[in-house]
């Protein structure tokens, strides 16, 4: 059932409180103010009734999940003490007044330790967990140990009528945005051409590439990197030797790819959404590369210089994430689902490279304090700033012998050394096992408080936005109406469909040869698709079946050779639609003109209708004397 908007006005009031009390508890962009102990005190006074006042019951009708990839705990404290100094505060991480700590393991895929704990976890592994809610193994996207597809808060979010963003900083097939869009078991199937799709792909009956799935999922907006997979042209279906931009485009999409483009996009939605690529890969970064090296923290200190490579301001992540929201949040909507990712904080941080991790860190940070500053405005919003697992940079005390290092000159005009010690020069730092910070703002987020895992993040969220998680309850309404119930042979029919609300598509039969009907988006709930007549003359029935939540919908038709009907339909019942696949029977939606022979279905409605209303006027007015008597209400 979709969500009424009136429900968070309840809680508006307290939520704009506790905006006001985070707005003054925001701090500067600097060094926090030194006591006569000799620290900065970031907390001088009693927080209580502040802790009290930030704690706001949901739901939400907005989220924004602001992903650092691979920002453990060192690396806002490395980003931090390079910035702000030791005694400053990141205006938007550091903002968030409800913090926790959560655990980050993947399991196993198969053997002997199947389904038990991988210590040190992927970003394909993490993403899932908090995407899906369900454990999965290194390398997995949203897919369980045993490759079964899970659903995804972006999918959930749409199918509950939510609007629903996806950003980041990587290509957009990378890991992290790629865990609300698609289903594989390799997260390096980008597109068509990837080798390591398998079974996945198109032409061996999989779900696709995940850009092929990313179409599928069809997120109102949709922005970051990799044009590149865009480029290859499908392998099978419908759009077989299209490239995916030309099918984006064919599908209704936006497509945009620099600035200019993005500025012009005015709105998005279901039936225009927008898909804006804005690099081939990755975006470069803010701060120009620092490459530690083995005793690199005993020279002299650098300091971290803008990246000539950079895009331009207006495609920062803070940008991107503020067009976002100004495209998601309608007035009189349902709410929005954005998931904001600053990727190469955990790129750099594999590269052993201090400014670049830094840089991206504090990039993150700005699109943190753009979220922010939205939930303050609109009073219901929860805002969630986590990672995806924890990275090798560490603040060390002195330079490690055999382990690569770098040293920095700090906001503080003292030097910071930071070490990278599990890989050697030129390898591929790893990731680490600790858990991670997660911090949040707005109407239930004290569910981030304490010691969670990474998966409660899914149901978190899934609760604050009251998503309802059965596609197939979603869907139970479905009907199928068709635009003429007796044809000619070769006459085009037209199928209606409405209510397929846990569908994002659906795929169709004709029982006549039988002929398989096109692949159609499901937009609202809503689709229609054409197909030709039969030549075979007699009784036929089209089955529509939706591809998430299984609902099939069979109507009948007949074809004579002069379309005048001939009273051979099942039951005399022509056009009506038949849930099946559930066992369920879904009356069909008709209109006069589509089934104008259908009278004999029409009169009986009639009288059972104004049986019904006699029934309610006799039950209203004998409710009204009992309430004239006195008698309670129950």
Not at 57 to 66: T, W
Not at 179 to 184: K, L, M, R, S
Not at 512 to 520: E, F, G, K, Y
Not at 531 to 548: E, F, K, V, W, Y
Request: aromatic share 4%.
């Amino acid at each position: 059932m979709f969500r009424s908007a009136s429900r968070w006005k309840g809680g508006a009031v307290l939520v704009a409180a506790s905006g006001v009390l985070a707005a003054a508890l925001l701090p500067a962009p600097a060094l926090a103010a030194t006591s006569d102990n000799g620290g900065a005190a970031r907390n001088p006074d009693d927080s209580t009734t502040a802790l009290r006042q930030s704690i706001v019951n949901g739901p939400a009708k907005n989220v924004i999940l602001l992903i650092g990839d691979g920002m453990g705990d060192s690396e806002i404290t490395v980003a931090r003490n390079y910035q702000y100094g030791a005694g400053g505060m990141l205006p938007g991480i550091d903002a968030l007044p409800l913090t926790g700590q959560y655990t980050t393991y993947s399991v196993y895929k198969d053997g002997a330790n199947k389904g038990k704990p991988d210590y040190v976890p992927d970003s394909a592994a993490t993403g899932s967990a908090w995407a899906t809610g369900t454990k999965t193994y290194d390398n997995a996207i949203s897919v369980d140990i045993d490759g079964k597809p899970q659903a995804t808060l972006l999918e959930l979010a749409r199918a509950n009528g939510l609007r629903t963003g996806n950003v980041s900083t990587a290509e957009i097939q990378d890991a992290t945005p790629a865990v609300e869009v698609a289903h594989v078991g390799a997260r390096s199937c980008y597109g068509p051409d990837s080798a390591s799709c398998g079974s996945d792909a198109l032409e061996n009956g999989g779900l696709g590439s995940i850009s092929e799935q990313l179409l599928d999922a069809r997120a109102d907006v949709t922005l970051g990197g990799g044009s590149t997979s865009f480029t290859q042209t499908a392998k099978a279906g419908q759009w077989k030797d299209e490239t995916l931009f030309d099918q984006a485009a064919e599908r209704g999409y936006q497509v945009v790819g620099d600035a200019a483009g993005l500025a012009g996009v005015t709105e998005a939605n279901q039936q225009k959404p927008l898909l804006g690529l804005f690099t081939p890969g990755n975006f470069p970064t803010r701060y120009a590369s620092t490459t530690a090296t083995v005793g690199g923290a005993d020279q002299a200190p650098v300091t971290c210089t803008p990246n000539p490579a950079r895009l331009a301001t207006d495609l920062s992540l803070s940008s991107l994430t503020n067009k976002a929201i100004s495209l998601l949040d309608k007035p009189g909507g349902d709410g929005f689902f954005l998931q904001v990712e600053g990727a190469s904080i955990d790129k750099r941080d594999h590269s052993a490279d201090a400014c670049g991790q830094i840089g991206e860190t504090v990039d993150l940070d700005e699109a943190v304090q753009a979220a922010l500053a939205f939930a303050k405005k609109d009073g219901n919003t929860l805002v969630i700033v986590t990672a995806d697992h924890a990275h090798t940079s560490q603040i060390v005390d002195s330079t490690p012998p055999a382990t690569l290092s770098t040293a920095l000159t700090t906001a503080d005009g003292t030097v910071m050394k930071v070490a990278y010690g599990t890989a050697a020069a030129g390898g591929s730092q790893q990731h680490t096992g600790a858990q991670l910070r997660i911090a949040g703002y707005g109407p239930g987020a004290a569910d981030v408080v304490g010691l969670t895992d990474q998966s409660d993040t899914f149901f978190t969220i899934a609760r604050a936005l009251e998503l309802n998680r059965d596609y197939a309850a979603l869907s139970a309404g479905a009907s199928v109406t068709l635009n003429a119930t007796t044809v000619k042979p070769g006459d085009p029919i037209t199928a209606t469909l409405a209510g397929f609300r846990g569908d994002r598509q659906i795929t169709g039969v004709m029982q006549s040869d039988p002929v398989a009907l096109p692949r159609t988006d499901v937009l609202g709930g809503s689709a229609a698709i054409t197909a030709t007549a039969p030549t075979d003359l007699g009784a036929h029935t089209i089955t529509i079946t939706g591809s998430q939540s299984g609902k099939a919908v069979t109507v009948n038709f007949e074809v004579t050779a002069d379309g005048q009907p001939s009273g051979a339909l099942p039951g005399g019942s022509a056009g009506g639609s038949t849930g099946g696949g559930n066992g369920a029977v879904t009356a069909g939606s008709t209109s006069a003109g589509s089934l104008a022979s259908t009278g004999s279905i029409v009169a009986p409605l009639i009288v059972v209708i104004a049986l019904a209303l006699l029934i309610a006027g006799y039950l209203f007015v004998t409710r009204g004397r009992r309430r004239a008597g006195g008698a309670p209400q129950v």
